[in-house]
């Protein structure tokens, strides 16, 4: 995946976590805060999906509506 896809991805999921209504802000916060670090070092989209996953099982719902899915 070239690094703008993967930044866009970032960006989509980042405001996607914002505005859930699934996520209690202690989820959101942490969430929010693990997309921008992997922003910052441009690491790979699936290690960051399982963190995210780690979080809340939510994140498998949000991805499918993102179509971020495999």
């Given at each position: ?57 939510y994140f498998e719902v949000l991805f499918a509506e993102l179509g971020l899915t495999?």
């Amino acid at each position: 995946m070239s690094a703008h896809k993967h930044r866009e991805h970032l960006q989509r999921i980042k405001e996607a976590v914002s505005k859930s209504d699934k996520l209690d802000e202690n989820q959101k916060s942490d969430s929010v805060k693990r997309i921008e670090e992997w922003v910052e070092e441009d690491k790979a989209f699936g290690l960051l999906k399982e963190e995210l996953l780690n979080i809340s099982e939510y994140f498998e719902v949000l991805f499918a509506e993102l179509g971020l899915t495999k």
